[in-house]
């Protein structure tokens, strides 16, 4: 083995010696060293334009997507596409640029964008129309300035010109990057002057193939790529907008979210921003942290909306006020929502991957994932998106960042867990004072069926109050413990009326000759309540939003809508006090399902479960089984709590 | 594509033709009007006229034969479209790319697309539903080609064929200079075989005896006749306005035409055999010739010889008030009389 070289020799040294001497006595000068080899400008082909754009930019919605994004990086607030004829411009009231920017706009490979403000940061963007269009037009202007300039690319012609380069033959000198370049890129300045204060970019791609042309041309795919690529803003409907805006805009370095308008010929503009989901609870925010203790960091910045009606963000379709002037639209606006259902990265904005990619946080069995709409900005830098954008590069940094947001997303479950428990329970008090009241009367007049039914009627409800009160809301909580007592003391006085002179067939007899139906009976026409079970099923099916029907005099029925007027208003869903009120002395009407007995699609729906094709089909099956075997009401009742119990308390089926 | 902007042109676009144009959505009870036309780099047309055009426009810009033409052509095209950008009426307009003739004619531009308002039949036969159309030359309305034949005529006549049954306002605007050689005194010739009242003929030699230093008075005689001509076999009712002359970019010397062209519609369908005007022969060689200098519309000091004056007021009548006294008292003739 040769000895190494004892004398080190500087890089300098070296490059001048390289000038001085050729390669092979340069070599021989320094045996078994590996020496810097310098790469010249006739080094590297222009092949590498076509090579870089087509392996970076596969669809041509990429490029339109580089264009933007360069205005978000810009600091614009809107930026619009038009696709006209065979051309497509992307103009932005950015900050424009001047002529040492606009220069450098044209490097290759070189960008002065920092990787913690912008996305853009490859400086190869500009180039990503190459194969789409023949000519590229960067006009701008920058406030202050007096002329815009006006930066043309010739790629029709780099094209022609490679081209040619193919069919020379293999010892011909082929063109340089640089050559290629320089020969058919060309800089101007307009005389058309502008107000000094004025700023913007466009960038016009001319003469786009027919092919890419159409594939732009799709509206619908040009949009919904447009949000799920660029920082879009929310519609200015969403409640949370700013709320969610003004904590990004502290938290994420270079956040901008813009209103992107697009324009096609012959059609309305249409002006593209993330939906307005309705009722959704306030949104939660915070820093996803890596590491504790003093090795804590903040990696990244979260926001997420729970679903305030305890189902998936695509159900709070039927609230869309588009929806309720037309119907049709509801599946196209549940499809819109849908996009939005659980967790998705960003970075500056950006969206790295979809959301199916985070749902493996969240426990499959209970499937509240869907229940959420929220993102998750990664701070890190060491964190790097794929040219691609579908995930991130596989590194150190990668890996903490899945764990750190795996660990936010597994507390954010379980708020939506105790979120849905505290919901169930609320709406068992609501229901259970409505029934206990129910009770309370009957037993004050004496007009119960039976002692007995009624006293384990009470003992049902009792089990099952003990068990919610403390899941229920603050509000609902006082109200449980009041209906606990009142039953209690209901329970009492049907022991002592049991154990007393009158028997319970004298007292049967004394009520079939009064034939006193029930408050709801008193108001209900036999035959509604006959169909009203079928009713009932379809209004579940077809996710109406008529949730609650109403009797309210002989031949009408009124439909109610959940947010209905009083509440509406209201922050807060009716409680049992408003309800008793409501059933009681305000009006005439009487919620129907006061009267009816849960079912067990119903029940598991109320536990969050979702019913879609066989699961839905396997349950309305049991539901019929059911109602076919078990006749007694009591026993069905039993059932469905036992079943009730299981669910809410997750215990295996053999226990 | 048009000449840069002037004073006279803007003086022209700012008050005759605004007035026009407020004129005809008055008549079309309508609030905007649909455009197709030559906006240029600089759509100084589509911005003055900004709150009474309707979204759909749709301007042609020619692509150029040379390299070198080719060169310009996208660079106007890119300008066109910074500057409706930046005055924020991009919303709607649609750029076709080749000569207005042949998009007239063939109903399609260079890439395959047609204008935005089309009654969706094949190109070659499909009519278009624009209603304004401001084809702002900046050359002269026939260059004859190798065979004799004049494309921008022929697209003229087919502008009428497209846009049949659909009443417009029609702005012309073309160089004094062309290639139509003798055709135009020929067409004198022609209108000089039809008997028209007393001083018919008279008037007739008057424009037949300008010099070719005078060719925008020949021009002013036939033009608002050859246009009347083609729509009505079109069924279109036909009101020309008086011709502007004025001194435009690198003082050439243009002639500006207006008409009102109303679809004749017998029971609610287009009639089928012709329209008749109200305005004839005579009427039309009449029309007083304006001009524009330094920016100011004033009616020309050489009048054909049975010129009248109190005949002018009624084709004045769009304009403003102040404007038409202004034109109308100010009439000095070119022997320097003074009309009050």
Known sequence: MPRRANVQISKRDLAYQQMRLPLDELLDAHPDELIPLDIGVDDIGGELLSILSTGLYTNPLDCIREYVQNAVDANASTATIKITGNSVHVFDNGDGMSLDEIVQARQFGLSMKSLSQHVGFRGIGIYSSFHLCNQLRVTSKKA?????????????????????????????????????????????????????????????????????IKKLGNREELKHYMIRNLPIDFDESFEHKDQINQQLHLEVSGYNAIMLILQTDGLPDIVVTKPSIPFLQPPVMGPIISGTGKNARKIGYYWACLNAERDHIAANARYDPRVLKNRDILKAIQEEFRAYEGFVYKMRGFTIGNRDRLRYCFSPKVQLYPWYTGEIYVLDTSVIPKADRDDFETNEAKRALDIAVMQQLSALEDAAESFQATGVADERVEKYSREVARIESEVEANTQESDFETYTQLNDILKDLRRQEKKASPKNQPIARDLIKLAERLQKRLANETETSQTEAARRKRAAKEEKPSPLAQQIPTDTLATFSQERLIQLESSSPIETISYASQNTLVFQHPRDEKYASSDIMPTTSNMVEMSQHSSPSVTLSLQLSRTLSQVLLEAGWSLDGDCKRLVTLLEVTLENIVLDKLLYQSILADFEDRLNNDLPASV | MPFADTENKAAIRRIWDRALLQRWIQKQNCSHLTYFGLPGPEIHD???????????????????????????????????????????????????????????????????????????????????????????????????????????????????????????????????????????????????????????????????????????????????SFIQTISETRVFRCTSCPPIAYEGHERAHMLHFAFELEAVILNGRTANLRGFSLQDDFDLISLPLIRCENGQLQLASKQHPTFNIACCASSLDFLPEDIQKTLLHTYVDQFGTETK
């Open chain 1, 144 to 212: 202050g300035e007096k002329y815009q300039h006006i930066l043309v690319f010739e790629f029709g012609a780099m094209k022609a010109e490679l081209d040619q380069n193919k069919q020379r033959d293999t010892h011909e000198r082929k063109i340089t990057l640089v050559e290629l370049l320089s020969a058919h890129t060309k800089i101007s300045r307009s005389r058309h002057t502008l107000p000094e204060d004025a700023h913007f970019t466009h960038v016009e791609m001319q003469e786009i193939s027919d092919v890419h």
């Open chain 2, 46 to 224: 589509l911005i003055d006229w900004k709150n009474l055009l309707d979204s759909r426009r749709t301007g042609a810009e020619s692509i150029g034969r040379t390299k070198q033409e080719r060169l310009k052509a996208r660079d106007e095209m890119g300008k066109l479209a910074t500057n409706l950008f930046i005055a924020g009426i991009s919303s709607g307009f649609q750029l076709l790319r080749g000569d207005v003739e042949d998009v007239i004619l063939d109903g399609l531009d260079c890439d395959g697309n047609r204008p935005q308002i089309n009654d969706g039949r094949v190109a070659h036969i499909s009519k278009f539903g624009y209603d304004f159309v401001n084809l702002d030359f900046d050359g002269g309305l026939g260059y004859k080609d190798g065979a004799g034949a004049a494309r921008r005529v022929a697209a003229l006549k087919k502008l009428f064929e497209r846009q049949e049954g659909h009443s417009f306002l029609f702005f012309l605007t073309i160089n004094v200079r062309d290639t139509m050689g003798d055709e135009i005194e020929d067409y004198i010739r022609g209108l000089q075989t039809r008997e028209r009242g007393p001083n018919w003929q008279e008037t007739l030699n008057w424009y037949l005896n300008r010099s070719d230093g005078e060719r925008d008075y020949k021009l002013k005689a036939i033009i608002p």
